[in-house]
């Protein structure tokens, strides 16, 4: 079983997805597993997903048809096997330590928020 499992909702995400999962797969914190769940995708994007879940034994691939994000996120939860969840949508990007961090914060608690920053051209805002 692993420690975390990690929810990405997927729809129309072809430009951003493989930055996304990529920044998942490169955690320092490696008990994890990745839930991708395509919500109906008409690009790329089950494409894209598909290459990464042959290539990584800790990526889960399912396939649904469009139901929204709180749905498939709700359906995500369902899969998953890790001892906490967390969630990352298929634009967004962690930094190598966010797991590692997390876990730190979690511990002994059922909780932990954090925060995000956007970049634009490179710039923190």
């Known amino acids: 079983m692993p420690k975390v499992s990690v929810i990405m909702p997927i729809y129309n995400k072809e430009s951003r997805i493989k930055a996304s999962i990529e920044s998942v797969l490169k955690q320092t914190y490696r008990d994890f597993e990745l839930i991708l769940i395509n919500d109906g995708s008409t690009d790329d994007s089950e494409k894209i997903a598909m290459e990464y ?26 899969i998953a096997k890790g001892e906490y ?19 730190q914060e979690v511990s002994g608690n059922n909780v932990c928020y954090c925060g995000h920053y956007y970049f634009i051209n490179g710039k923190k805002n």
């Open 85 to 103: 969840i967390s969630f990352i949508d298929a634009d967004d990007e962690w930094d190598r330590y966010f797991l590692e961090k997390i876990l």
């Open 53 to 78: 879940y042959k290539k990584d034994s800790r990526i889960k691939y399912y396939s649904q048809v469009n139901q929204g994000v709180s749905v498939t996120r709700n359906n995500g939860i369902d």
